[in-house]
């Protein structure tokens, strides 16, 4: 029932930004957490940022200084701000949420995004 729907991928120049957007969608009684993931080719899936509704936020040290998490709490959306990109920064970025559901009883449960592509590149 419940559904992550990103946009912003797409290709960018290195040093140039870009930003991310995931919006949840369904039968949500409550978000405890959102955030990024990304996966390069040949690489393991790694987290990129977080943030929780209590306000905290945390970064992978690749990214520290450069990305930037924010959340939109009354429209369900995360947001990934994305500075001073660098070629390594190539990867399928998956947004995730810690949600808890309702549809006939509560179900807390992570959900996916579909996953988008950035491509840093000349």
């Known amino acids: 029932q419940v559904q992550l729907v990103e946009s912003g991928g797409g290709l960018v120049q290195p040093g140039g930004s870009l930003r991310l957007s995931c919006a949840a969608s369904g039968s949500i009684f409550s978000i405890n957490a959102m955030g990024w993931y990304r996966q390069a080719p040949g690489k393991q899936r790694e987290l990129v940022a977080t943030?929780?509704?209590?306000?905290?936020?945390h970064y992978a040290d690749s990214v520290k200084g450069r990305f930037t998490i924010s959340r939109d709490k009354d429209k369900n959306t995360v947001y990934l701000q994305m500075n001073s990109l660098k070629p390594e920064d190539t990867a399928v970025y998956y947004c995730?949420?810690?949600?808890?559901?309702?549809?006939?009883?509560?179900?807390?449960?992570?959900?996916w995004g579909q996953g988008t592509q950035v491509t840093v590149s000349s």
């Open positions: 995730n949420a810690d949600l808890t559901s309702y549809s006939g009883r509560y179900y807390r449960s992570t959900s």
């Open positions: 943030f929780t509704s209590g306000g905290s936020t």
